[in-house]
T-cell receptor
Framework: LAKTTQPISMDSYEGQEVNITCSHN???????ITWYQQFPSQGPRFIIQ???TKVTNEVASLFIPADRKSSTLSLPRVSLSDTAVYYC?????????????FGRGTQLTVWP | KAGVTQTPRYLIKTRGQQVTLSCSPI?????VSWYQQTPGQGLQFLFE???????NKGNFPGRFSGRQFSNSRSEMNVSTLELGDSALYLC?????????????FGPGTRLTVL
C-alpha cells in the first residue's frame, strides 16, 4: 500500500495561495490520489481527487506530475476558515475499498 | 439530502462498561466504514460493512465489533472499555465499495472512558 508523506504543519496569511505537497513514491498504476480536510471535532471532508495531470473544482486544484510520485493540493486565496488538517491519501480504484489510510496530515494555520 | 448522522455525539463511560454507537448513512449509500481517531494514533480504520456483511477489518481487538442492518444503518459496539478507547469515533458512508468513490463522514461520537 502506497504510504504518503506530507509536511506536519504550514502557515499562511489570508488571501495567499497555499500549496501542500504530498509524496507517494510507491503509488501503483491503479491508485487514485485523494485529499480530505478536517476541522476539530468533525469528520474529514472530501476536497478533491485525481489520477493524473490536473484536476480543479470550486474549492481547490490538484496537480499530479507524470510520474505520479507526488501531488500538490493548491488552495487559492485562503481565508481564516481554511485553518484545518489536510490529509493526502492514496486509494485503489476498481476494488472493494471502504478502507482509507490516513497519515498524520498537514495542519494548515491561516493568520489574519 | 441529509448527511451522515451519528448518535450520540458525546458519551462518558467507565472502564469495564460497554458502549454502542450508531450511524445512519446518507440515503442510498450501502457502504459504511468506522474509524477511530486519537491524538496519538490519528485516524485508524476499524471495519467496513456493505449489504449487512463485514467486508474489511482493521487491526483492532475483538472487543470492537459492528453490524449493519437491512436499511444500511450501522452500529459499533465496544465491550470491556479501557481508558485507551477514549477517542472520536467516525462513521463514513459511500455509494459502493469500489475504489474511486467518495466517502462522506459523519460528525463523530466523542467517547470518554473514565
Amino acid at each position: 500500500l502506497a504510504k504518503t508523506t506530507q509536511p506536519i504543519s504550514m502557515d499562511s496569511y489570508e488571501g495567499q495561495e497555499v500549496n501542500i505537497t504530498c509524496s507517494h513514491n510507491n503509488i501503483a498504476t491503479n491508485d487514485y490520489i485523494t485529499w480530505y480536510q478536517q476541522f476539530p471535532s468533525q469528520g474529514p471532508r472530501f476536497i478533491i481527487q485525481g489520477y493524473k495531470t490536473k484536476v480543479t473544482n470550486e474549492v481547490a486544484s490538484l496537480f499530479i506530475p507524470a510520474d505520479r510520485k507526488s501531488s500538490t493540493l493548491s488552495l487559492p486565496r485562503v481565508s481564516l476558515s481554511d485553518t484545518a488538517v489536510y490529509y493526502c491519501l492514496v486509494r485503489k480504484r476498481g476494488s472493494t475499498l471502504g478502507r482509507l489510510y490516513f497519515g498524520r496530515g498537514t495542519q494548515l494555520t491561516v493568520w489574519p | 439530502k441529509a448527511g451522515v448522522t451519528q448518535t450520540p455525539r458525546y458519551l462518558i463511560k467507565t472502564r469495564g462498561q460497554q458502549v454502542t454507537l450508531s450511524c445512519s448513512p446518507i440515503s442510498g449509500h450501502r457502504s459504511v466504514s468506522w474509524y477511530q481517531q486519537t491524538p496519538g494514533q490519528g485516524l485508524q480504520f476499524l471495519f467496513e460493512y456493505f449489504s449487512e456483511t463485514q467486508r474489511n477489518k482493521g487491526n483492532f481487538p475483538g472487543r470492537f465489533s459492528g453490524r449493519q442492518f437491512s436499511n444500511s444503518r450501522s452500529e459499533m459496539n465496544v465491550s470491556t472499555l479501557e481508558l485507551g478507547d477514549s477517542a472520536l469515533y467516525l462513521c463514513a458512508s459511500s455509494l459502493v465499495t469500489s475504489g474511486g468513490n467518495e466517502q462522506f463522514f459523519g460528525p463523530g461520537t466523542r467517547l470518554t472512558v473514565l
